[in-house]
């Protein structure tokens, strides 16, 4: 990414979110699913193997321009930081959704260079393919060291942890807000990135049929569960945007791909309201009767 002031807040960005998840969930939280392996199993299944293999079908079928695809590759990593609060407004149960949202980001510093090793393996992307290793270090230090840095302080400081624990999700949610105004701004002044962020429609297409496949993926896979299925769904769907661009900002050209990761937020955000609503009401029926 060009602009290093960009890059820069998009790292700290990141790093205060993960760190706000290791602050405000405890080891508890982290162990539920390993207490139900079936559950983690179908999980695990569902965000990390068969949304990239939506994508990976996408890239075959859709003739998608090298930046849009490189653009999906990277948001097939998952493990979004607002996983829990998203899940909360389906209906879904807090306590799968907090551990879910917490194991995804201790695996991605193992998922997400797998993920793009594979992806760069299989098609042209528009970016230098980048060394395993190389994400894998630089992933750790904004997504899995924070994490472990709020869990420890957990551990050894307690009270002060948990009168910051508020501050530091606030401060979190402010900052992901700054950088979406951020980029939507730049978009706006910059007629280069206003001509990119108009798509056309089989990029568009590809954005939607990947998040309603997503969707019904985890909405299937969550099992007999309402508030389960919907957690797993909100899940699938909730790429990590920031991370995204934090890996985007590790190539020169990286900037070329802000303009799919805005879109697949805002189609993100738009086709999880209407699931949301339907999810909920289905809870109530059944509580109804």
């Known amino acids: 990414m060009d602009n290093p002031i960009l890059l820069n807040f998009v790292t700290v960005t990141v790093f205060s979110r993960m760190l706000a998840i290791g602050v405000n969930q405890s080891f508890r939280q982290l162990t539920f699913l390993w207490r139900r392996p079936e559950l983690l199993l179908r999980s695990l299944l569902a965000v990390i193997v068969l949304v990239p293999v939506v994508v990976c079908l996408l890239l075959w079928l859709f003739d998608l321009p090298p930046a849009v695809a490189t653009g999906l590759a990277v948001l097939a990593a998952p493990g979004a930081p607002l996983t829990t609060k998203r899940a909360q407004m389906a209906g879904g149960d807090p306590t799968y959704a907090s551990s879910l949202q917490l194991m995804l980001a201790l695996l991605a510093v193992v998922i997400t260079p797998l993920t793009l090793a594979i992806f760069y393996a299989l098609f042209a992307l ?125 190539s020169n050209s990286g900037q070329q791909l802000i303009p799919t990761l805005l879109t697949y937020m805002i189609f993100g955000a738009l086709l999880a309201v209407p699931y949301s609503v339907w999810s909920k009401r289905r809870m109530k029926l059944r509580e109804s009767k």
Do not use: C, Y
């Open 126 to 250: 528009s970016t230098e393919p980048l060394h395993p290793f190389q994400v894998a270090l630089q992933v750790a230090e904004v997504t899995f060291l924070p994490v472990i840095i709020g869990l420890l302080m957990q551990i050894f400081a307690p009270r002060f942890t948990q009168r910051i624990g508020m501050f530091m999700q606030v401060l979190a949610n402010v900052l992901f807000t700054l950088l979406f105004v951020g980029l939507l701004v730049l978009v706006v002044l910059k007629p280069d990135f206003r001509a990119m962020l108009n798509l056309g429609w089989r990029p568009a297409a590809a954005i939607i049929i990947m998040v309603g496949t997503s969707l019904a993926i985890g909405n299937l896979l969550g099992g007999p569960s309402r508030e389960k299925r919907s957690v797993l769904a909100i899940a699938s769907i909730a790429r990590n945007v920031g991370l995204a661009l934090f890996i985007a900002g590790l």
